[in-house]
């Protein structure tokens, strides 16, 4: 397969990237910043801002070129902030819309027209979206508005076969969560190469019965 996963140089991102390149898809990788560690088979194309539209469709025209066209889209790019309401801000709203919904958006919409007729997009949500937990309104307004995104989507491209759907991880087992929450057991969270096994299931033939599907990812793996 054809695979262009954004957000790659993550800790998820990267996991994602090597597990469908191990398997021997062909993959081009999109991020702000270019990953040492990825196999030398994987197109890399470095791109700033993707909920700018003209920046979404330039990243991903190199990415369909690279690559001989668009079997999958698997869109990880997101932003996070812990905060209360009563200390909340509108451009913290502003911002954490931009950098889940929007870049969901640009990135789809920039593909959708290379993106063969069969073919899958995989979204990140969020389990904490709903219902949403002290601190986490903002985030989990902008994740709620990515689920109403791949929801319609999924009915929207059923003409042409293509199916959306979504992962929606908890804590995931990362670097920086681990700097980030020195008290917390991660014991209890999920791994990145745990996510992407379920996300290469979901974008695969074997899952041609799931679409519009908002699948938690929240066992400890």
């Known amino acids: ?15 994602v990237v090597e597990a469908f390149a191990n398997r021997g898809d062909h993959v081009a990788a999109i991020d702000l910043r270019s990953c040492t560690s990825f196999p030398d088979t994987v197109s890399q194309i470095v791109s700033a801002d993707l909920a700018d539209p003209d920046t979404a469709l330039s990243a991903m025209a190199d990415a369909a ?58 979204c990140v949500g969020a389990a904490s979206a709903q219902p949403a937990g002290a601190g986490m309104a903002p985030y989990a307004a902008a994740k709620s508005g990515v689920a109403r995104l791949v929801e319609a989507l999924s009915s929207e491209l059923k003409p042409r076969g293509i199916r959306v759907n979504a992962v929606l991880p908890a804590i995931i087992d990362t670097p ?3 700097a980030d929450m020195p008290d917390a057991d991660p014991v209890t969270w999920t791994t990145p190469a745990a996510i992407a ?21 929240t066992n400890n793996g």
């Open 65 to 122: 070129a690279s690559l001989g066209g668009i079997d999958v889209l698997v869109h990880l790019v997101g932003g996070f902030e812990w905060i209360p309401v009563d200390r909340s801000c509108r451009d913290t709203w502003r911002r954490l819309f931009s950098e889940n919904v929007e870049t969901t958006l640009g990135a789809i919409q920039a593909a959708l027209p290379k993106l063969g007729d069969g073919g899958s997009i995989l």
């Open 1 to 15: 397969m054809r695979v262009v996963v954004t957000g790659a140089s993550g800790a998820l991102g990267r996991a």
């Open 197 to 217: 096994d379920v996300i290469l299931f979901l974008t695969s033939i074997q899952a041609r019965a799931i679409n519009g599907a908002l699948i938690p990812v």
């Open 176 to 178: 920086r969560n681990r």
